[in-house]
């Protein structure tokens, strides 16, 4: 029902009822005649309108006395709310001002848009609010009336409000999906598994309205998204950050924008109060002006800055110079960081000049040997390696856990360095040295540095792809037999042959302390390799400690073995102490995957076997199932995605659906017998489903009765081949966090929601550091105090605050000025989010049937 209150005017009409209703389709919350005094203190008539989100002041026109809009202002527009006397008003928007005068206006409308604004503004900061003057001071000031702010902080409210401001429909499956992400106590911002969030699907969200109602929300901690199509996030999250005080965590890897990414560093800077302490960027065109303005943001942050993930972000090395040199101008942030990823940049020489000096300032600054920094991985930069060793030894980075250097070229002086790195660290449990053109010596040289270190607990070493061949293993194999402190040693991709694994094999046979080794692609298609496979099946499987064996192949390259796995395959029974068996790639075919299964049978060790991508038929997955008539062990296979897809590939289109739905059965029997073996349920005839569809395309996830994940507790991946599938990314979006005394990454999540909830950052921090629980959202109580009400004004940010010597040191001139441009959300033309105007290279579908 309309509020009326007349001033000097008649009730309203039945036309002026249906002209204010037309306005937004539904009665406003109020409307009074009034009086409106111009610019030439001229008193007119007016028909003052409040509705849910807006102002109007409508005008009755002398011909007729129709009416019309004269002026409208949303809420979110209004500035100042000004009243010298119970009789007036001045109301000031962005674009207009309005003095009304009228019975009581100075009480009644300061009150009603005091509160209104309050329904839709209940986490902003004061600076956001609209400033209210009542004078003389001795007059009281409106009540607030108690508001119920509804999921997320009144995220939910707010969001509503921001699709009117915008003029876009408010999407209600986002409310629905957002309102169950909360029921879950989830804190995380994670649009990958909400529909619209692709721009090219029928009912795409525009997010506008939705990264505007996170500006001021303090509910969410984090914010996720991955999608390709959102090439806006980067812009319209930096005007976020102009006011967000919450947001620690940010991943907006794989997006592949080019956009946003210097108003991005910039509005960080701006707001000394943002929370950002992980931000994870990779995959996307930041460029080196782009990272410029995010190191400029990191060194101007008061506090700690914890982890930094930009691989393959087109960083060029003379950004990268600029880049670090940047971080060197303030440790009390960019010294915190525990994670750095730059891999797959060019940092060449140049920019690892200005790293090595960052690395080198990390032991003057900080004389502890335990630094912050766990993780450091450059893989693929072009680097001088023996200048980025030569920082770390020099550093006493002791906390160092994981180093990976692979596809860069290591030299003499490189190894020997890591050599001394290896020596000092009591938790370098990673090395990562692929492709990096070691020679056999090279790669002895570091397994006798490891073997002499201290211990370190579940120690990986990754040689994998160094062409080291038959001398190579020979000039290795000695190290092999008499290593310790290594737990999973990578040699696939070497190029050995029979004759170069042979003497791997006789070597790993003599070892004592491996738990996992990865002899992948050795092995070329038809070289009659059964001998040698016999041998290594006899080996590992009467291993003593020898748990976990990958003997993938390349099916592709031309690397796989095929029937010559069968003495491996007969050899998996009773006797068999493998615990994970990762054969995927091989192009065993149908029998030899029988006589696979058929062992498993009786075999009471393994757990866990890849076995995609192996030409597997219809035959080859009913043995799988039929491996679970004795079977009680195995509790992890993930689904044959490829070899699924080649099946259907090559059915009839009329048969396709039956197969489709025959190989949907048999996963959801064998699914059902694999959570039987986990949990320990006891059972005697295998299950039968009649009619089941399940769903299979590129994207399906592994079938597996455990979480048991592509990472073990090294978090490393063992096999070549992973699996293909993912569960909702919501669901998958686990942090993780280092825990000093075990070497290793632990979920630290709460039990119930050990999937959702958000983590603690990647080391035992200083209290300051600790994630507090979700803050209570703030009552704004409207303090009137007039410094304090001062609004915000973006458009008077000065630019000149930025350090000029650090930019004077950037060739700009290089970049085109079109990038240059800065988001200026006030100026934001809302159809360049039309989604037309971005052209989605979408990937070709392989699998578009499911099974």
Request: glycine share 6%; net charge negative; with cysteine.
């Amino acid at each position: 029902m309309v509020k009326k209150d007349m001033s000097g005017g008649s009730e309203l009409s039945s036309g002026e009822k249906k002209f204010v209703f037309d306005l937004e389709g539904v009665d406003p919350d109020f409307v009074l005649w009034v009086k409106k005094t111009n610019k030439k203190d001229v008193v007119q008539d007016r028909l003052f309108v409040l509705t849910k989100y807006r102002v109007y002041s409508i005008k009755r026109t002398k011909v007729g006395g129709k009416k019309k809009v004269q002026r409208q202002g949303h809420l979110y527009d209004l500035v100042d709310i000004r009243t010298d006397d119970i009789d007036r008003v001045v109301l000031k928007f962005t674009t207009f001002s309005i003095d009304i005068s009228g019975s009581s206006t100075g009480i009644t409308i300061p009150k009603l848009l005091i509160n209104s604004f309050h329904r839709i503004s209940f986490t902003f900061s004061q600076a956001a609010l609209p400033n209210l003057l009542i004078l003389p001071s001795e007059r009281s000031q409106p009540e607030i009336d108690p508001v119920d702010p509804g999921p997320a902080h009144g995220f939910i409210e707010v969001y509503k409000a921001q699709c009117n401001y915008y003029g876009t429909p408010v999407n209600n499956d986002l409310i629905d999906y957002i309102t169950d992400t909360v029921n879950k106590g989830i804190r995380v911002f994670c649009l990958d598994d909400f529909a619209g969030i692709d721009k090219n699907t029928d009912g795409a969200v525009n997010l506008v309205p939705v990264l505007a109602a996170l500006r001021h929300n303090t509910f969410f901690d984090t914010f996720i998204c991955h999608n390709k199509t959102r090439k806006e996030v980067p812009a319209l999250l930096a005007d976020v950050f102009v006011h967000n005080k919450t947001l620690y965590r940010v991943d907006l890897q794989g997006i592949e924008s080019e956009e946003g990414w210097v108003q991005f560093g910039e509005d960080l800077k701006q707001n000394q109060s943002n929370a950002l302490q992980y931000l994870n960027i990779s995959e996307n065109g930041v460029h080196d002006r782009g990272m410029n303005s995010i190191g400029l943001a990191i060194r101007s942050f008061n506090r700690q800055f914890t982890e930094l993930i930009a691989s393959k972000v087109n960083l060029e090395s003379k950004g990268a110079s600029v880049f670090f040199r940047t971080l060197q101008g303030n440790f009390s942030s960019s010294g915190s960081i525990v994670k750095m990823d730059f891999s797959k940049n060019h940092i060449d020489k140049i920019g690892s000049e200005s790293l090595h000096d960052w690395l080198i300032l990390l032991n003057s600054s900080i004389p502890n040997p335990k630094k912050p920094l766990c993780h450091l991985n450059l893989e693929g930069t072009d680097l001088d390696t023996a200048k980025i060793t030569t920082a770390i030894k020099q550093a006493n980075i002791e906390s160092l856990i994981s180093l990976n250097l692979s596809n860069n070229r290591m030299t003499s002086e490189s190894v020997q360095n890591l050599n001394a790195i290896i020596a000092k660290s009591d938790q370098l449990s990673q090395i990562k040295l692929r492709h990096c053109q070691l020679m056999g010596e090279n790669v002895a040289s570091i397994l006798n540095a490891c073997s002499s270190a201290v211990a370190v607990h579940e120690r990986m070493v990754d040689f994998s792809n160094n062409s080291l061949g038959k001398a190579g293993a020979l000039a290795l194999a000695p190290s092999i037999k008499s290593c310790s402190n290594i737990h999973f040693l990578k040699l696939s991709q070497n190029n050995f042959r029979k004759k170069g694994i042979t003497y791997i094999a006789q070597a790993i046979e003599e070892n004592n302390t491996l738990y996992a080794v990865d002899i992948s692609s050795n092995f070329k298609s038809n070289s009659g390799a059964d001998t040698i496979v016999d041998k290594l099946a006899r080996a590992f499987n009467s291993h003593p400690t020898i748990r976990k064996l990958v003997l993938a192949g390349k099916d592709s390259r031309g690397y796989f073995l095929g029937k010559d796995l069968l003495p491996l395959a007969k050899s998996l029974n009773e006797d068999c102490k493998l615990e994970d068996l990762d054969v995927s790639g091989n192009n065993m075919g149908d029998d030899v995957c029988r006589e696979l299964f058929e062992a498993l049978k009786k075999n009471t060790s393994i757990r866990v076997l890849n076995i995609d991508n192996n030409h597997l038929g219809m035959a080859g997955f009913q043995a799988m199932k039929r491996t679970f008539t004795t079977n009680r062990t195995l509790i992890d296979i993930p689904v044959p995605t490829s070899d699924i897809t080649r099946i259907l590939s090559l059915t009839s289109q009329k048969d396709k659906k039956t197969v489709n739905d025959k190989i949907g059965e048999i996963l959801v029997d064998i699914n059902t017998c694999l959570m039987n073996n986990k949990n320990g349920v006891a059972y005697s005839d295998l299950p039968s489903s009649t009619k089941t569809t399940v769903a299979i395309s590129s994207s399906t996830p592994s079938f597996r009765a455990s979480t048991y994940g592509s990472t073990n507790s090294l978090g490393d991946s063992y096999g070549q081949t992973q699996s293909n599938g993912s569960s909702s990314s919501a669901d998958q979006y686990q942090y993780q966090s280092y825990q000093n005394g075990a070497n290793k990454y632990q979920s630290t999540s709460q039990p119930q929601l050990n999937k959702f909830s958000p983590p603690p950052p990647l080391y035992s921090p200083p209290v300051s550091l600790e994630t507090p629980p979700p803050p209570p959202p703030i009552n704004n109580d409207y303090q009137y105090d007039d410094q304090s009400q001062q609004q915000y004004d973006q458009s008077q940010y000065d630019q000149t605050q930025y350090d000029d010597q650090s930019q004077q040191q950037y060739d700009q001139t290089q970049y085109d000025d079109q990038s240059q441009q800065q988001y200026d959300q006030s100026q934001y033309d809302q159809s360049q989010y039309d989604q037309s105007q971005y052209q989605y290279d979408q990937e070709p579908i392989q699998n578009e049937y499911s099974y």
